[in-house]
């Protein structure tokens, strides 16, 4: 089968979060299931992009409303990823150091997905079947369906993956002359609240709509940011399949990123070797706990909590435990983080940016992975935790539910709380720091969490079976 993901992240090529995780992997493991998935990606000028060789295998060109621009397809030479790696050069649109945040992201992505289309309008044969992932992709199912130029490509299946539904690109109806042409009958498919929403439209004009974990599915019925009524309408087409990690890059006896490796037999030499190098690099005493979380500084992963978590923790316990935040996002977090970094004068420090190595590194070295997330579709954050010994600290939502069994129950590898409220946090850090002062239980808890097995076999198997069954 030949599988074509298109989205705006790959790991290593560009990655701002776990959408750049799962694009990295599951083509790797669809390939190794005998399958030939290609992936395509913005041209970004990211390190990868300057550090690679690549071949062009298209041309084109494009009107964008009154805009001109020439595009460029071009292929990774060394399939150095296991899959076939593109990316599609825009100068003037995605020739960008970044991947969001820029003002014209409307006009960058509807660049992108045109270019792809265009792209694969030129092959000599069909894909089996066009995976998009998140909004950025979200206008190709009904381009597909309705624009003029696409017609040969009308009954290529089309699949959209859900990463995340809090972010829906909706444009006004004003930049409608941005899009080519085509059937205006069907105006209403782009339509959600009087904007053009391109997650509404790929949900409506998709094959098949997936969400990266069941329990996240179920959320999305009752909370999915205003598009609750058209989920539930569409149910029939959606199912939650959860992620699987990249147990090549996420493994603790090879991590090149690590100075220490270690395995399940010396996991405790391996990560107190870790946590050294931490706790010397932020000032910490490698005795007490230490408790760390790693993500974007944003509401939905509850990083406004921090402040409020760690302040009262410290305060309450002083001395007792330590806190370590890695991340970068909203400006007035990360500014009330460094507050709370010169309130308390010992026991919490932080580094505000994005550094994969680092986070690596607190994978290995941290005892506890806290995620007070308000929503979390899936996390990757506490599959790569527990791989590494490190036991998640979560709140009960979407896949942290599906993922982590509290260790009060039977085969349990984490700590759960159910509040997004800073006083249920600290609660699960009390039990947490309690758990560390018990060393046997502490070890049995972590074992299990080590054992755990979250590669991708199972739900890539279960993508395949997806594909097949969709005509
Ligand atoms: N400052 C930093 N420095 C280094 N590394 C950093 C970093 N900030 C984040 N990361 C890394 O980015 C990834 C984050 O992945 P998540 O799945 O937790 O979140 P995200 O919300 O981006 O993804 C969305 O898509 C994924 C994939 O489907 C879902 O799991 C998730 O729930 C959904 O919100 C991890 O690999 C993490 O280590």
Redesign the pocket.
């Known amino acids: 089968m030949e599988i074509l993901h298109v989205s705006a992240e790959c790991y290593p090529v560009a990655?701002?979060?776990?959408?750049g995780?799962?694009v990295g992997a599951l083509p790797k493991y669809q390939q190794e299931l005998g399958n030939f998935a290609k992936v395509i990606v913005p041209a970004y000028r990211t390190r990868y992009y300057e550090t690679h060789e690549f071949d062009v295998v298209h041309q084109g060109g494009m009107w964008m409303g009154h805009g001109w621009y020439h595009f460029n397809v071009l292929k990774e030479r060394s399939n150095e990823l296991g899959f076939d790696l593109y990316l599609v050069e825009i100068p003037g649109l995605l020739d960008t150091p970044g991947v969001y945040g820029y003002s014209n992201d409307t006009e960058r992505f509807l660049g992108f997905q045109i270019a792809v289309l265009d792209w694969i309008n030129e092959w000599n044969h069909l894909p089996d079947v066009i995976h998009c992932h998140d909004h950025h992709t979200g206008l190709i199912p009904f381009l597909l369906s309705y624009g003029y130029k696409y017609d040969r490509l009308k009954e290529v299946p089309t699949v959209l993956t859900i990463?995340?539904a809090q972010y829906q690109g909706q444009f006004g109806w004003d930049k409608l002359y941005l899009l080519p042409a085509f059937d205006l009958w069907k105006s209403g498919q782009l339509d959600w609240n009087g904007a053009i929403n391109p997650l509404a439209a790929a949900i409506k004009c998709a094959w098949r709509v997936t969400t990266?974990s069941p329990g996240y599915m179920e959320e999305l019925h009752e909370n999915a940011a205003g598009l609750e009524g058209l989920i539930r309408h569409e149910s029939a087409k959606m199912v939650g399949i959860l992620?699987g990690i990249d147990t090549a890059i996420w493994d603790p006896s090879t991590d090149h990123m690590l100075n220490h490796t270690y395995d399940i037999q010396e996991v405790a030499e391996g990560k107190a070797a870790n946590k050294q190098l931490l706790c010397e690099r932020f000032g910490f005493d490698t005795s007490l706990p230490l408790i760390s979380f790693?993500?974007?500084l944003v509401g939905d992963?509850g990083a406004d909590l921090l402040p409020e978590i760690i302040g009262k923790t410290i305060y309450d316990f002083p001395g007792e435990v330590n806190f370590l935040v890695?991340?970068?996002g909203d400006p007035h977090i990360e500014w009330s983080l460094q507050q709370t970094r010169y309130l308390v004068s010992h026991g919490f420090n932080l580094h505000i940016?994005?550094?994969?190595s680092?986070?690596h590194l607190i994978y290995a070295g941290s005892d506890f992975l806290l995620m007070p997330s308000r929503v979390?579709?899936?996390?990757?954050?506490q599959m790569?935790a527990l791989r590494y010994g490190t036991i998640p600290i979560v709140r009960s939502t979407?896949?942290l539910k599906d993922t982590v069994i509290d260790f009060g129950d039977p085969g349990g590898v984490g700590i759960r709380f159910v509040q997004p409220a800073g006083w249920d946090a600290c609660a699960a850090v009390r039990r947490a720091v309690q758990l560390y002062n018990d060393q046997p239980n502490f070890r049995t808890v972590q074992q299990r969490g080590m054992h755990e097995n979250h590669a991708w076999g199972t739900s890539a198997q279960r993508y395949l079976d997806m594909y097949s069954n969709m005509k």
């Not at 990655?15 to 959408?19: A, E, I, T």
């Not at 940016?353 to 994969?356: K, L």
């Not at 979390?376 to 954050?381: K, S, V």
């Open positions: 990655k701002v979060g776990g959408l995780d799962v990463h995340n990266v992620n790693i993500g974007r992963k890695l991340g970068s940016g994005y550094d994969e680092l986070s979390e579709p899936c996390g990757l954050n790569y979407g896949g």
